[in-house]
C-alpha cells in the first residue's frame, strides 16, 4: 500500500506565496509521474502542473509563469511553489502519483487534499 501525505495549504492574501508539498510512502519500487490537481467548489477537478521521473513538467495555462512544480525522486516528494496567487487559485490541492509498487504492477495514488485559500 502507498500513501501520500501533503501539507503546507492554508490561508494566504492575494499576490502572497503558499508551498505545497507531498511525500509517498510505502511499498514503492518506481514513481513515474507526479502531479498536483485542484477543485474548486462547484467546479471540476483539474490538473494544475504535472512532473515526470526525469524532470519534464507541464502545467495549466492558468498558472504558468506563477507556479513551479518539483520533485525529488530519492525522497518521493513533490512540491508545488505558487505564487503572484490569485482568489481563483481558491481551492482543493491534491497530490498525485503514478506508481509501479513492483515490476508489472502499477497503480495511480492520491493524497487527502489540502485546503488552499487566497482571500484579503
Known amino acids: 500500500q502507498v500513501q501520500l501525505a501533503e501539507s503546507g495549504g492554508g490561508l494566504v492574501q492575494p499576490g502572497g506565496s503558499l508551498r505545497l508539498s507531498c511525500a509517498a510512502s510505502?511499498?514503492?519500487?518506481?514513481?513515474?509521474?507526479m502531479a498536483w490537481y485542484r477543485q474548486a467548489p462547484g467546479k471540476q477537478r483539474e490538473l494544475v502542473a504535472r512532473i515526470t521521473s526525469g524532470g519534464s513538467t507541464d502545467y495549466a495555462d492558468s498558472v504558468k509563469a506563477r507556479f513551479a512544480i518539483s520533485r525529488d525522486n530519492a525522497k518521493n516528494t513533490v512540491s508545488l511553489q505558487m505564487s503572484s496567487l490569485k482568489p481563483e487559485d481558491t481551492a482543493v490541492y491534491s497530490c498525485y502519483a503514478d506508481v509501479v509498487v513492483r515490476a508489472g504492477y502499477r497503480r495511480t495514488y492520491w493524497g487527502q487534499g489540502t485546503q488552499v485559500t487566497v482571500s484579503s
Open positions: 510505502g511499498s514503492i519500487f518506481r514513481i513515474n509521474d
